[in-house]
């Protein structure tokens, strides 16, 4: 009797932390997709006062600088601080690192800022009015990047403690400051733009502390490099960051193509990045930051690739259906979103197609980056970084070459191609590293049939479509958008029973 109720006891709790689990990740899809609806009210405000305006362009090109110089020290510190929060005595070792990098940071924004006109002219072939803009708005952009950088360090802390949706609401109630700003700031500038930037982004980060250290966590500034953990840690930290910021150089180079083939080019290409910003933040943010520390849990166990390559079925699933939902509804939401003010028709066809483009990605890139996550949970970020080095460097190649043709569709479909490739060599470096104990078999066929059931909602969509005709962007979005969605979930939902009985 007394096993019996043991047995209850561990199954109640049990499922009770599944349940307490499933609230957080339903709240923080919740927290993070109202956060990136207010984020497309903002673009659609900027996108209605500037258009595709050089003042944007400097905006973008500006940002993108700031970008690839602190948006790769977010994840590289997220990726080495989550295995190493929970163990107590390390805690020195910690304040080390983080003493040091972003001490080396901001000697970099420094540096970056005195020779700004330089780096601006050097890699841009923009009229004189696009180097002051962008000169001008550079330091502000910097600062903004670079305290944003930290979010990457509080992030760990809540995710290790639990607390996954505490930097959500904080990025939710900001963003909203930022939206009202927009709305009541009349003859808005490009320069009252990125101040605002500035201040939301400073007021996001500093509650985001605030609650840490309210949290239990404890900062104490700290250098020494002969720390052993430290230099454990920087050899984990160096590798991540490198691959991660291969990735940006990718972003960096797509930026200076674009500003070498006329005004507006830039901002198009931003615009779709924004799009696959939402998408990325919304379903593929959230499960990896749920499920990289269960992951990195699992690793060593007898069905780690098991659960691994379940987790990239399911995650496949998910970014095919933003594929099909953008090919049926994109442009509509892009009218929706976008076309008013300064943002016209001819702007919505580019930038409907650059996004198709690299919706067309989504899978892939998704099931790439849990590939490398497990690579991570492993302690090998070499592999990675190699990968990405090669990927990145035939990225910048297929890109220029294509866009020399093709203009800025060859951008985007030079990022599409080495998206593929670079799936394909970590796949082999995988089999080859660990092994492969996962039905191949099964794999291809649970991954073709969804690729099926993509085609078969495509299909019924656009029958729809024919029979209703247009009935106007906003209609179109939501009743196609419907349409879509339960179409493609139906079909899911056969196939998991299917599988279920096979």
Do not use: W
């Not at 691994?308 to 079925?313: A, E, K, P, R, T």
């Not at 979005?477 to 419907?482: E, R, S, T």
């Amino acid at each position: 009797m007394l096993e019996r109720a043991n047995i209850r006891k561990v199954g109640k709790r049990v499922n009770e932390e599944k349940f307490t689990a499933t609230k957080q990740l339903l709240l923080m899809m919740i927290l993070t997709i109202v956060t990136q609806v207010v984020m497309l009210l903002k673009v659609s405000i900027v996108a209605s006062s500037f258009g595709t305006s050089i003042e944007m362009d400097a905006f973008n090109f500006a940002n993108n600088i700031g970008n690839f110089i602190y948006s790769f020290i977010g994840a590289g510190v997220t990726t080495v601080l989550i295995p190493n929060l929970v163990n107590k005595e390390k805690n020195n070792s910690i304040n080390i690192f983080i003493s040091i990098l972003y001490s080396s940071a901001f000697i970099v924004l420094v540096v970056v800022h005195i020779f700004r006109r330089y780096i601006v002219a050097g890699l841009s072939n923009g009229s004189d009015e696009f180097i002051l803009i962008t000169c001008n708005i550079m330091f502000i952009t910097l600062i903004t990047q670079y305290i944003n950088s930290f979010t990457g360090a509080t992030n760990a802390i809540f995710q290790c403690s639990g607390k996954f949706n505490f930097p959500k609401f904080i990025t939710l109630s900001t963003t909203i400051f930022l939206v009202l700003l927009l709305i009541f700031t009349p003859n808005l500038t490009v320069y009252k733009y990125v101040y605002f930037i500035l201040i939301t982004t400073v007021v996001n980060v500093a509650f985001q502390i605030y609650l840490a250290i309210k949290g239990g966590y404890s900062f104490k500034f700290s250098i020494d490099f002969k720390d052993i953990e430290f230099r454990k840690m920087m050899k984990v930290f160096a590798p991540t960051v490198l691959s991660t910021g291969l990735y940006q150089v990718s972003l960096l180079t797509d930026s200076i193509i674009s500003s070498n083939l006329g005004q507006g080019e830039i901002s198009k290409l931003s615009y779709s990045n924004t799009i696959m910003t939402l998408i990325n933040t919304v379903i593929l943010s959230n499960i990896m930051t749920y499920f990289y520390p269960k992951i990195a849990k699992d690793i060593n166990k007898e069905d780690g690739q098991k659960k691994l390559f379940d987790l990239g079925i399911y995650i496949v699933g998910i970014m095919v259906l933003m594929v099909v939902g953008f090919i049926t509804v994109g442009r509509d939401a892009i009218v929706v979103l976008y076309e008013r003010g300064n943002f016209t028709s001819s702007v919505t066809s580019t930038v409907y197609m650059c996004t198709l483009i690299y919706v067309l990605g989504l899978p892939i890139n998704a099931f790439r980056d849990l590939i490398y996550r497990y690579f991570y949970a492993k302690g090998d970020t070499l592999t990675p970084f190699r990968n990405s080095l090669l990927i990145s460097f035939l990225n910048i190649v297929i890109s220029i070459i294509l866009a020399r043709f093709i203009g800025i569709y060859g951008i985007v479909l030079g990022t599409l191609i080495t998206s593929y490739m670079s799936l394909g060599i970590i796949l082999f470096k995988f089999s080859r590293k660990f092994g492969f104990n996962y039905n191949k078999k099964l794999f291809v066929i649970r991954n073709t049939m969804i690729c099926g059931i993509a085609l078969i909602t495509l299909v019924g969509v656009f029958v729809i479509r024919g029979v209703f005709s247009d009935l106007g962007s906003l209609m179109n979005l939501i009743l196609y958008g419907v349409c879509t969605i339960l179409i493609y979930t139906c079909g899911i939902l056969f196939l998991s029973k299917f599988n279920r009985e096979q």
